[in-house]
């Protein structure tokens, strides 16, 4: 019998189902596996643009294998790390596949955090080598957390070179991360060795529709991998154009991106992460080649975590009901 209520998850509630970043990297792989097969609905995001840099997007999907349907509504404003807020806040309703009927609403903000490591993670996977073993963290925020944490289920990870334009920041990052994971860790006072020195390199700063990139041409060695988590805005032109594979999430979503303004100097990826873990297309093919993953954020990421974390929350009796 139908019951006219639904499960609040405010942000504490999310982050007490311990769902651990192993499991929402296999959740992710599953999700993109039906994406490569053609089975996943998901509209481009349509979005609003409140202050400049900012964005408040719509962003909903349907996963049919997962029997996960619902939208995520999320937003990011680069001005808030200036008013001791998130950049980015938001909530995800996740719907009954068979009737539409809400079953849940949750806060977005910890789900967007560690599936967007997640994706770096399954991208990496695909077009790393597998002994990376140096990570190189540009901006240490929330995603170079949870970017890291992911890199480190997969790879055998030692060192770690940590750069934010913020030395407190910094600093701050350092410190945090050699006691959680006791990584060889350092902080360095430019971005190049960050890039020059590591296997796979995450960039993560605020995205940006005229940036001014740090990365140059030769900077990423010949083997490595990187992960543009902020779009283009940490990479110049000319270092883009070195990349021997580029591959994204959505091929879609990139053609809209670079319509409106973004990856001007950006190569078309040569293939989508669906097309990498459904085997359609190759990952890496040789020890040398210098690859890199656009991650533009998909709503069937969010959609393929959050079926599990209610379902968990259910079993555990965690969150609030509330009247439809």
């Known amino acids: 019998?139908?019951?006219?209520?639904?499960?609040?998850?405010?942000?504490?509630?999310?982050?007490?189902?311990?769902?651990?970043?192993?499991?929402?990297i296999t959740l992710l792989e599953q999700a993109f596996v039906e994406k490569g097969r053609g089975k996943v609905e998901m509209p481009p995001k349509p979005g609003i643009h409140t202050m400049p840099d900012a964005f408040i997007h719509a962003m909903p999907a349907f996963i049919p294998a997962m029997r996960s349907a619902g939208i995520k509504w999320v937003s990011g404003y680069p001005a808030n790390q200036e008013r001791g807020l998130p950049y980015i806040t938001g909530l995800l309703i996740l719907n009954d596949v068979e009737t539409g009927i809400p079953l849940a609403v949750m806060d977005c903000t910890w789900i967007?955090?560690?599936?967007?490591?997640?994706?770096?993670?399954?991208?990496?996977?695909?077009?790393?080598?597998?002994?990376?073993?140096?990570?190189?963290i540009l901006a240490c925020g929330v995603q170079g957390r949870t970017n890291l944490e992911a890199l480190a289920c997969l790879f055998p990870v030692r060192k770690v070179l940590a750069y934010d334009i913020r030395p407190e920041v910094q600093e701050r990052y350092v410190a945090e991360?050699?006691?959680?994971?006791?990584?060889?860790?350092?902080?360095?006072?430019?971005?190049?060795?960050?890039?020059?020195?590591?296997?796979l390199?995450?960039?993560?700063?605020?995205?940006?529709?005229?940036?001014?990139?740090?990365?140059?041409?030769?900077?990423?060695?010949?083997?490595?991998?990187?992960?543009a988590v902020d779009f283009d805005s940490y990479w110049s032109g000319a270092a883009l154009a070195q990349m021997d594979r580029i591959a994204t999430d959505d091929h879609a979503q990139f053609k809209y991106y670079k319509s409106v303004g973004y990856f001007?100097?950006?190569?078309?990826?040569?293939?989508?992460?669906?097309?990498?873990?459904?085997?359609?297309?190759?990952?890496?093919?040789?020890?040398?080649?210098?690859?890199?993953?656009?991650?533009?954020?998909?709503?069937?990421?969010?959609?393929?975590?959050?079926?599990?974390?209610?379902?968990?929350?259910?079993?555990?009796?965690?969150?609030?009901?509330?009247?439809?």
């Open 1 to 24: 019998m139908f019951e006219s209520r639904l499960l609040y998850l405010s942000r504490a509630d999310v982050e007490a189902v311990h769902l651990d970043m192993r499991a929402i």
């Open 201 to 227: 390199v995450v960039t993560s700063g605020p995205i940006l529709k005229h940036p001014t990139p740090a990365i140059e041409k030769d900077w990423l060695r010949p083997g490595a991998f990187g992960s």
């Open 264 to 324: 001007q100097q950006t190569p078309d990826p040569y293939a989508d992460l669906g097309e990498l873990a459904a085997g359609l297309k190759p990952g890496r093919q040789s020890e040398k080649e210098r690859t890199l993953a656009i991650n533009l954020g998909l709503a069937m990421d969010d959609m393929a975590v959050a079926p599990e974390i209610y379902r968990i929350a259910k079993e555990k009796g965690i969150g609030i009901w509330l009247p439809l």
């Open 112 to 136: 967007t955090a560690m599936r967007t490591g997640a994706a770096t993670a399954l991208s990496a996977k695909y077009l790393a080598r597998p002994d990376s073993s140096t990570v190189g």
């Open 177 to 199: 991360m050699k006691t959680r994971f006791g990584f060889d860790i350092a902080g360095v006072p430019d971005p190049r060795p960050a890039v020059a020195e590591a296997d």
